[in-house]
Nanobody
Framework: QVQLVESGGGAVQAGGSLRLSCAVSGGTFSQYHMSWFRQAPGKEREFVGRITWSIGITYYADSVKGRFTISRDNAKNTVYLQMNSLKPEDTAVYYC???????????????WGQGTQVTVSS
């Protein structure tokens, strides 16, 4: 059974940075495209960004482009989300997800982590 465990969330002031990690176990990590999603209170879970399994091509939502960076370490079975210049509107529970297909759609993800809270104060 594939398991994803996020860590690194917390509270930060606007303009600050956080790095989230997502450790994957129970599967062949290098075969999955990894994505990050987030869900703010009262809103739907939205796509943040993704990284391909092979050569690590990234793609981001417009709302985070230029501020967030996704990377992966296949040797450590871990994917990262570096978040810089954080804004209050970035406040949400952040989830990592794994998919066999290249997609931004949450319904097409095969596995999900439990989420980690990020709170950005103004």
């Amino acid at each position: 059974q594939v398991q994803l465990v996020e860590s690194g969330g917390g509270a930060v002031q606007a303009g600050g940075s956080l790095r989230l990690s997502c450790a994957v176990s129970g599967g062949t990590f290098s075969q999955y495209h990894m994505s990050w999603f987030r869900q703010a209170p009262g809103k739907e879970r939205e796509f943040v960004g993704r990284i391909t399994w092979s050569i690590g091509i990234t793609y981001y939502a417009d709302s985070v482009k230029g501020r967030f960076t996704i990377s992966r370490d296949n040797a450590k079975n871990t994917v990262y989300l570096q978040m810089n210049s954080l804004k209050p509107e970035d406040t949400a529970v952040y989830y990592c997800a794994a998919a066999n297909t290249l997609t931004t759609m949450r319904d097409r993800q095969s596995y999900w982590g439990q989420g980690t809270q990020v709170t950005v104060s103004s």
